[in-house]
C-alpha cells in the first residue's frame, strides 16, 4: 500500500520559494528520511502532506486529500515539529489527561507504561523537567497514539547525543512495525542513516534523489585506490575526487562493485558524504543553467 503520493506538488511562497513540482511515492512501513539543506523545501512539503497548507498538483497520503480530507486523515497521523517543547506550566498527569481527551486513537497505559521507565514524576510540571525528559514524555505521548503515519521535523533539535541516539532506538524497537511509516527530517544525517529504509534528498525545491538505502548501496561506492590504479580509477568517471591526508577517495555511480575492488579499497559512501556531493552537483547544474 502506498502511504504518501504526489504528482507534481507545488507550493511557491512569496518570493518564489518552496516546493517547485515534486514527485513521491513512498510505501507504507518503510522509515524515511526527507533529508536537505537549509530553505530546501521539507517543511514546506511536510506542511502539505500534513494539510497545513493548499498546494498545487495532487497528493494523497493515507489515500486522502490532506487539504480537503485533513480531519479524517489525521486520525491516522501523528506529527511532532520539536519533541523538546510541551506546555511548561502543565503537570505531567495532566499532559496526558489531555492529550486522552483529544485524541481518539492515544492509549493511556501504554503512555504510562513508557514513562515508567523513564525517572518522570506525573505529578512534575513541564517546565521542572529537562529537555531529555520532555523529549521523553513527548515520545511516550506519541507512541502511544496508534499512528499509521508518524512525521517528525527535526525532532531532536536541540537535545544532546545520548537523548538523540535513545530517541531514535526507542522509536526504532518500541514504535515501528511495518504498517507504520515514519517520514523523518533532520540534519544530523549520520545519527539516522541505519534506522532509514529509504532517503529522499531535496534542493531548492526539488527532489534529487528518492531511493532505498538498499538501492543506494548497490549503486553508489566510494573507492580508494592504490598509487599506480589512480588514473583507471579516473578512467571509470567518479562522480566525485576528494583528497584525505593526500590519498585521492573517489564517489562512483553506478559502476560495478566487482570493476572497482580490483583497483583498491571501496566502501559504503556514508549517507551525509553522498548528501555533500549530489548537494553540490545539483548547485553546479543549476548554476550552470542560469549562466
Ligand atoms: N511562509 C513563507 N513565506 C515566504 N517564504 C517562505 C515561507 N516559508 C518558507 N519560505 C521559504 O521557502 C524556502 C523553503 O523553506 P522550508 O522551511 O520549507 O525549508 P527547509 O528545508 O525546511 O529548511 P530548514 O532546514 O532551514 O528548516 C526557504 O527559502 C524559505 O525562506
Do not use: E, Y
Given at each position: 500500500m502506498i502511504c504518501i503520493e504526489a504528482q507534481g506538488l507545488r507550493k511557491v511562497h512569496r518570493g518564489g520559494k518552496g516546493v517547485l513540482g515534486i514527485d513521491l511515492s513512498i510505501p507504507s512501513g518503510r522509515i524515511v528520511g526527507l533529508i536537505g539543506p537549509n530553505g530546501a523545501g521539507k517543511t514546506t512539503a511536510l506542511n502539505a502532506i500534513l494539510g497545513l497548507v493548499p498546494y498545487e498538483g495532487s497528493l494523497r497520503v493515507l489515500g486522502r486529500d490532506p487539504w480537503r480530507e485533513r480531519e479524517a486523515m489525521m486520525q491516522d497521523v501523528c506529527f511532532i515539529a520539536?519533541?523538546?517543547?510541551?506546555?511548561?506550566?502543565?503537570k505531567v498527569w495532566q499532559v496526558l489527561d489531555y492529550v486522552e481527551g483529544v485524541?481518539?486513537?492515544?492509549n493511556r497505559s501504554r503512555a504510562e507504561h513508557f514513562l515508567s521507565r523513564?525517572?518522570?514524576?506525573?505529578?512534575?510540571?513541564v517546565r521542572d523537567l529537562s529537555k531529555g525528559m520532555v523529549a521523553q514524555l513527548h515520545l511516550a505521548l506519541v507512541m502511544a497514539i496508534d499512528a499509521k503515519l508518524l512525521v517528525l521535523d527535526e525532532?531532536?533539535?536541540?537535545?544532546d547525543l545520548l537523548y538523540r541516539r535513545e530517541f531514535y532506538i526507542t522509536l526504532l524497537n518500541d514504535y515501528f512495525d511495518h504498517d507504520r511509516t515514519i517520514l523523518v527530517t533532520t540534519h544530523q544525517v549520520e545519527e539516522i542513516e541505519d534506522i532509514l529504509t529509504d532517503v529522499i534528498l531535496i534542493g531548492d525545491g526539488r527532489i534529487t534523489l528518492q531511493d532505498s538505502m538498499e538501492n543506494l548501496a548497490q549503486r553508489f561506492v566510494e573507492l580508494k585506490p592504490r598509487a599506480e590504479t589512480s588514473d583507471a580509477a579516473r578512467h571509470l568517471g567518479p562522480i566525485s575526487e576528494r583528497l584525505i591526508m593526500g590519498q585521492p577517495i573517489m564517489l562512483f555511480d553506478g559502476v560495478p562493485h566487482s570493476e572497482l575492488a580490483a583497483l583498491g579499497e571501496t566502501r559504503q559512501p556514508r549517507l551525509a558524504d553522498l548528501f555533500l556531493v549530489l548537494m553540490g552537483q545539483n548547485r553546479g547544474n543549476r548554476k550552470g543553467a542560469g549562466a
Open positions: 520539536d519533541v523538546a517543547l510541551l506546555p511548561r506550566w502543565m485524541h481518539p486513537r492515544f523513564t525517572d518522570i514524576q506525573k505529578r512534575s510540571r525532532p531532536t533539535l536541540g537535545l
